[in-house]
């Protein structure tokens, strides 16, 4: 079955430090790539997705991810993160080239950023 | 401003009381999904509708019910059989094409047993 797995449940990054959250799927083909950025309380907006091309697809907020085929990864990064990143991020997945609309989702990662 | 809008924002539920919850687009989109999430749980499908007049069940459907007559509503139905409905529940809808896969989300109802 298709899964994707976020290994950290929590991760905890000082303000100004650099970020990456993993993200890792089981699917045989190269499936659609997205994360998604929920804040407390709040609906999920979409950061960034990769359908295919170039590999490194960069995001609002200042946010990018890397599609690595050998890997089946699609870690999400930033450079600098700023308090107001404090959020739940998920990675999801959807097959490609399928009639079905449904994304598979991962647990989500809980940001906390230290002052 | 084109949107998901979801209400209400809170609901409390009595013992043996069915509840709706409302969800409304419009981005013009076919389809739209019903979501619940618990802590730590992620996102667990409900319900989703490719097309007015037809849904299909997710993950987690038993104890809950939808219509879509219209296409720019998907509204969804806890019943009394949902012995644990209380969690935050998100609508979404994609479009056609490759956004197909693209989700855009409402802000969500938080769903409480009194």
């Known amino acids: 079955a298709q899964s994707v797995t976020q290994p950290d449940i929590h991760i905890t990054v000082s303000e100004g430090a650099s970020l990456e959250l993993r993200c890792n799927y089981s699917y045989g083909a190269t499936p659609y790539l997205f994360w998604y950025v929920q804040s407390p309380g709040q609906g999920l907006q979409l950061l960034l997705k990769y359908f295919s091309g170039d590999t490194l697809v960069q995001g609002i907020k200042g946010f990018e991810a890397e599609f690595k085929r050998s890997q089946s990864s699609f870690n999400l990064r930033k450079p600098s993160v700023h308090w107001s990143d404090a959020a739940e991020y998920f990675c999801a997945v959807a097959p490609s080239g399928d009639s079905n609309y449904q994304l598979i989702w991962g647990a989500g990662t809980k940001l906390i950023i230290k002052p | 401003d084109g949107g998901i809008t979801q209400s209400p924002k809170y609901l409390f539920r009595k013992e043996g009381q069915n509840v709706t919850l409302s969800c409304e687009q419009n981005l013009n989109h076919d389809a739209m999904y019903w979501y619940r999430q618990d802590p730590g749980q992620g996102l667990r499908l409900i319900y989703y509708?490719?097309?007015?007049?037809?849904?299909q069940k997710g993950d987690i459907a038993e104890g809950y019910s939808v219509s879509r007559e219209k296409k720019e509503s998907f509204p969804l139905t806890v019943t009394s059989a949902q012995k644990n409905p209380t969690a935050f529940y998100l609508c979404?809808?994609?479009?056609?094409?490759?956004?197909?896969?693209?989700?855009?989300f409402g802000a969500g109802t938080r769903l409480s047993v009194l």
């Open positions: 979404a809808s994609s479009g056609g094409g490759k956004g197909k896969n693209i989700q855009y």
């Open positions: 509708s490719q097309i007015v007049n037809d849904f």
